[in-house]
């Protein structure tokens, strides 16, 4: 279902999705929110697919993908290494990866079809917005490549700026700590 314009609510994640690292302004800095479209489908709609009970500490994060992605990930959610998906970035595993409410652009690379296989045939891109567990975060500066779960003790990882990263990026590695809340239609200007 599209957001009308006057949802008091749409004023603030238009906001929210409009948040551009100065390390992407020369890209993204023109960006403007076309669509935001509520989402509710998929198995995430079972009653304990997002349980705050067993993982807390949830905040709403962007993740993006290319266009050719969002079929799939309308029918069935985000998954973890989908067959026939390109693969754009992994330093810290096989996980799902996420940009925090503070900087849209991290996603927007993603979503642009600039890292990697093939471009976005529209200019259009999509972002969505997410509801994301996280639980005890476990912090690192470099790449860990090697994860395909958080470590002992804690529910997910952030990959801070820093030594590897110019921007933080958020790892979960069960699905049932995500929920799609938004599907947000960018034009980049």
Not at 1 to 25: F, I, Q, W
Request: hydrophobic residues 35%; proline residues 4%; contains cysteine.
């Amino acid at each position: 279902n599209a957001m009308d314009v006057g949802d008091r609510r749409y004023r603030g994640l238009e906001k929210m999705c409009l948040t551009v690292s100065p390390h992407h302004s020369h890209k993204f800095g023109r960006s403007k929110v076309k669509n935001i479209f509520e989402f509710n489908a998929g198995p995430q709609l079972a009653a304990d697919w997002l349980d705050p009970r067993k993982v807390g500490n949830h905040d709403m994060m962007f993740h993006g993908s290319r266009n050719a992605n969002m079929v799939g990930i309308m029918g069935k959610g985000l998954l973890l290494r989908p067959p026939g998906v390109v693969i754009t970035g992994s330093m810290f595993g096989n996980g799902l990866y996420f940009s925090p409410s503070t900087c849209a652009s991290k996603s927007m690379q993603y979503a642009d079809g600039g890292w990697g296989g093939v471009q976005n045939r529209r200019r259009t891109f999509y972002l969505f917005l997410v509801t994301v567990a996280q639980g005890r975060v476990m912090t690192y500066y470099d790449a860990q490549g090697h994860l395909t779960r958080a470590p002992h003790g804690y529910d997910s990882v952030r990959g801070a700026t820093g030594r590897s990263l110019i921007n933080d990026e958020h790892i979960i590695y069960d699905l049932r700590q995500h929920r799609l809340d938004y599907i947000v239609e960018i034009d980049p200007g």
